[in-house]
């Protein structure tokens, strides 16, 4: 199974090469993932940005996803269901392409790695500074990020386990926890391998 995850930047692709270091280490050689990094992605040229890759370079790819931060859109009051509707319409080679939305930021989603103290913590600071309502800039969230997860550096990926994937999928899924990531759909297909 090769998987292309298209990213907005970086820190996706670190957290991707998190993955594959994981997979190499549990023995889980049936999977490997990409990141194609999507430079100057915005909310106005997301589709174009995706659906200029050509076909032909991404035959050898058996599933595709695009991974965004949603907090850009709430910002300019786009709907989730439009951008997912219109990443789903593009298909490379036959093959349908996914949407993958953290809500809001990678920070919220890196939080769901963490124990329930850090993320009840990150909750509270969020719920203070009204983050669903009208998601902070990263010039605000960042330093209040830091206080909670000690030298976290913007881009940064905590090394996975299995341990931690397990916890972000229970955290995901956890109604009480307002953080979630579609990103949960690559997190399984990982957890199967190893």
């Given at each position: 199974m090769r998987i292309c995850i298209f990213c907005e930047g970086d820190t996706e692709k670190n957290y991707i090469q998190s993955l594959n270091r994981l997979l190499r280490a549990e023995g889980g050689s049936d999977v490997t993932l990409t990141a194609k990094h999507l430079e100057g992605?915005?909310?106005?040229?997301?589709?174009?940005?995706?659906?200029?890759?050509?076909?032909?370079?991404?035959?050898?790819?058996?599933?595709?996803?695009?991974?965004?931060?949603?907090?850009?859109?709430?910002?300019?009051?786009?709907?989730?269901?439009?951008?997912?509707?219109?990443?789903?319409?593009?298909?490379?080679?036959?093959?349908?392409?996914?949407?993958?939305?953290?809500?809001?930021?990678?920070?919220?989603?890196?939080i769901l790695h963490e124990e329930e103290s850090k993320i009840t913590e990150w909750k509270n600071i969020c719920n203070k500074n009204k983050h669903f309502d009208t998601p902070m800039h990263s010039n605000v969230y960042l330093p209040l990020f830091k206080k909670i997860m000690k030298g976290y550096a913007k881009g940064g990926t905590p090394e996975l386990n299995k341990a931690m994937i397990e916890k972000c999928i229970k955290n995901i899924d956890d109604s009480s926890i307002p953080f979630k990531s579609d990103v949960k759909k690559v997190l399984e297909i990982v957890l199967k391998q190893i």
């Open positions: 992605v915005n909310i106005n040229n997301y589709y174009q940005k995706v659906k200029k890759n050509k076909a032909n370079e991404l035959k050898y790819y058996t599933s595709f996803f695009v991974w965004l931060d949603f907090d850009i859109f709430k910002r300019a009051n786009k709907n989730e269901g439009e951008i997912e509707k219109n990443i789903n319409k593009i298909s490379f080679n036959k093959k349908s392409v996914q949407a993958l939305l953290n809500h809001m930021n990678r920070e919220d989603f890196i």
